[in-house]
């Protein structure tokens, strides 16, 4: 007998613009890619990244379609869309280069280069650097060797505006080409700049296509030095990327940090990606809770599965 098994832990949710009037059940679209972008909205699809993995944190890449179920406010939805391809990303780097950085910075800088090992040719990349302010260093581009030349040329100092950050980031992600978008943070996660506090950067989370995930480098021998804020850092960091269904690799020995960003980057390319159109067909604005659920059989072991808890509809 099949057995269901569930972890909410988030998922994305994005919708892609068809100029298509779904007269029929969609069918899966060709390996290559999403569906096609065009001006006419006559439709949404959702689409939901999930990340499956083992008891051990394993990518699990050999599910099919007939192993995952998806509901909407309770009510299940068919699934029009399966795709495990690498599709491209949009991934925006935020990179701390705040004073408590210092001590951490070069290693950083070898994570980043570590994770674009894991690229491929068609994602594109911006860089968004913050200490007392965030700044947009890099808009996008396919070049990742022109982003890390960037972060190399860093120089830890000041306090830390990661919230700002992020909302840059956010920001930034609205140019982005592809659909499945990813926000990539480098920190140790401890906020004392911001204008924006932590409500407003998770509101604007929860309403974004975006999946958040972060390397929160918590080097133990800095235990003892550390401020407030930077002891919270990894709560606020867990905190956010919660939102999205993305994850927080910590970090709490410096040379584990290159390993640890090229674990991310793969995680990133692991992703199964489901569609469907909503049975609920209003466009009233309001959160649509979703949720996804694994088909197994008996023999096989359990699994986790990541993604978000919900989508705004689009309003009228």
């Known amino acids: 007998m099949a057995r269901i098994l569930e972890r909410p832990l988030g998922f994305v949710v994005l919708f892609s613009i068809c100029s298509i009037a779904w007269?029929?059940?969609?069918?899966?679209?060709?390996?290559?890619?999403?569906?096609?972008?065009?001006?006419?909205?006559?439709t949404s699809l959702v689409l939901?990244?999930?990340?499956?993995?083992?008891?051990?944190?394993?990518?699990?890449?050999d599910l099919t379609e007939t192993n995952f179920r998806v509901f909407e406010d309770g009510v299940e939805q068919k699934v029009a869309y399966f795709s495990k391809q690498d599709a491209p990303l949009s991934v925006?780097?935020?990179?701390?280069?705040?004073?408590?950085?210092?001590?951490?910075?070069?290693?950083?800088?070898e994570a980043a280069a570590a994770f674009f090992k894991t690229a491929n040719a068609g994602d594109e990349f911006f860089l968004v650097e913050f200490g007392e302010r965030p700044k947009l260093m890099m808009p996008f581009t396919t070049d990742s060797d022109q982003v890390y030349r960037k972060i190399v040329q860093s120089r830890p100092f000041g306090r830390t505006s990661l919230i700002d950050a992020i909302h840059m980031a956010?920001?930034?992600?609205?140019?982005?080409?592809?659909?499945?978008?990813?926000i990539v943070?480098?920190?140790?996660?401890?906020?004392?700049?911001?204008?924006?506090t932590r409500r407003e950067i998770k509101g604007a989370l929860i309403e974004s296509d975006v999946q958040m995930y972060a390397m929160g480098i918590f080097d133990r021998d800095d235990v003892a030095k550390a401020t407030p804020e930077e002891e919270n850092g990894p709560r606020?960091?867990?905190?956010?990327?919660?939102?999205?269904?993305?994850?927080?690799?910590?970090?709490?020995?410096?040379?584990?940090?290159?390993?640890?960003?090229?674990?991310?980057?793969?995680?990133?390319?692991n992703e199964y990606v489901l569609g469907y159109v909503p049975?609920?067909?209003s466009r009233d604005g309001k959160?649509?809770?979703v949720k996804v659920r694994l088909t197994l059989a008996d023999e096989m072991p359990p699994l986790n599965v990541s993604y978000r808890h919900g989508y705004y509809a689009p309003a009228q």
């Open 48 to 61: 939901v990244p999930v990340h499956a993995t083992s008891k051990i944190g394993t990518s699990i890449t």
């Open 236 to 269: 606020l960091l867990d905190e956010l990327a919660a939102q999205t269904g993305g994850r927080v690799y910590s970090v709490d020995n410096l040379n584990d940090l290159e390993s640890i960003s090229a674990t991310l980057g793969n995680a990133l390319r």
């Open 279 to 281: 049975s609920n067909e």
């Open 185 to 196: 943070i480098l920190s140790d996660g401890g906020d004392n700049r911001s204008r924006l």
């Open 170 to 182: 956010l920001v930034q992600m609205k140019n982005a080409r592809y659909a499945r978008k990813a």
């Open 287 to 289: 959160y649509r809770q």
């Open 92 to 109: 925006g780097l935020v990179f701390d280069s705040s004073g408590s950085m210092t001590r951490k910075i070069r290693k950083a800088a």
């Open 23 to 42: 007269a029929q059940t969609p069918r899966a679209v060709p390996a290559k890619g999403f569906p096609e972008v065009h001006l006419r909205v006559d």
